[in-house]
């Protein structure tokens, strides 16, 4: 029988290789997209005939529990959020508002139109921040450093205090970071992909950065949506960390980034104090153990892979866009 999947946050890269992955196992597949939005279907288009879009808002109790009666998910996947850790000190109560208030919206939708759905929330490494013990699991306190961080930490508790409450399965992955073509451009590893593939073309002259020695867990996106679809595939609701276990210096980033195009950081990096955190969290090291064992879930692509890819896809981005002005300067 053909179960059906919801998905917020469809446009962006978890949601995308999420739907890919669903679609693969024979899901029907409902996409939640704000109306008054202008959403970016780059990361969809290739799929975009084979989901079903529904309008609705975090923000908007009704319009979810709407979508919820309309898509009759045996699975929700609640990935949509304000994710991008910068903006969130320049917009704290927008992040508050829809990364954590709205994964109430979202829980309170499923539970009185859909309970017997099984629900996923996107939790986040952020909400260890300052970090008590290295490496972190399940079980390690919280200490967001970042107004993200805190509406994430609200998002994840309020996800356990339903499944106690009310008997929902609903459950938490608690993702380290993770990367990929389809990464958001104002993301450090979008950005420093981009501008070497930039570099190397001759479109930029130089890379602003902040902290190089700032460490965290990257992994690839693709590897982590396989992670929540398996979490859901269980006969009891738990959180899971998943991470690669490994730690990578943005200084390393950027390195194999300029030498898979042959050149030198040093040549065009520039530290820029205003892309210093106010608060930096300085090491984010996951333990997956638990993850690996129960779910069986495993990591395909490792770190340098990953970031060679990433400049692969920029190049390719950037030549295109390059041919079509040229192209556009000639008519």
């Not at 969809?44 to 319009?63: N, P, T």
């Not at 420093?192 to 479109?203: F, H, M």
Request: hydrophobic share 40%; net charge negative.
């Amino acid at each position: 029988m053909t179960k059906n999947a919801l998905v917020t946050g469809i446009t962006g890269q978890d949601g995308s290789y999420l739907a890919e992955l669903l679609l693969s196992k024979g899901y029907k597949v409902y996409g939640l997209r704000r109306r008054t939005s202008m959403p970016m279907m780059e990361n969809i288009e290739h799929i975009e005939k084979e989901i079903e879009f529904l309008d609705g808002d975090l923000m908007d109790q009704g319009s979810l529990s709407q979508a919820v009666r309309i898509a009759k998910p045996d699975e929700v996947y609640n990935l949509a959020a304000q994710s991008f850790v910068g903006s969130s000190w320049d917009q704290p109560s927008l992040t508050g508002q829809l990364t954590g208030i709205g994964v109430t919206n979202m829980l309170e939708a499923v539970r009185l139109n859909r309970p017997e759905a099984k629900f996923y929330q996107a939790s986040s490494s952020e909400m260890f921040g300052k970090v008590v013990e290295t490496p972190q699991k399940e079980t390690t306190p919280f200490y967001p450093r970042s107004p993200y961080g805190v509406a994430k930490v609200y998002g994840h508790w309020i996800t356990v205090n339903y499944r106690e409450s009310y008997d929902m399965f609903a459950c938490s992955g608690i993702l380290f970071n993770h990367e990929s073509p389809r990464r958001g451009i104002e993301f450090v590893t979008r950005k420093v992909t981009d501008a070497v593939a930039k570099i190397k073309l001759g479109l930029q002259k130089e890379l602003r950065m902040g902290n190089l020695d700032a460490k965290r867990d990257w992994g690839f996106a693709g590897d982590y949506v396989k992670a929540m679809w398996l979490m859901l595939q269980q006969d009891k609701p738990q959180d899971y960390v998943i991470a690669t276990g490994e730690t990578h210096t943005v200084h390393e980033l950027v390195d194999i980034a300029f030498n898979q195009v042959g050149l030198n950081w040093r040549d065009y990096v520039v530290i820029d104090p205003r892309f210093v955190r106010p608060a930096e969290v300085d090491l984010l090291l996951g333990d997956s153990s638990k993850a690996r064992q129960e779910l069986g879930w495993e990591l395909e692509v490792n770190f340098e892979q990953l970031v060679r890819m990433m400049v692969e896809s920029d190049l390719e981005k950037n030549k295109r866009l390059l041919q079509n002005d040229n192209a556009f300067i000639n008519v």
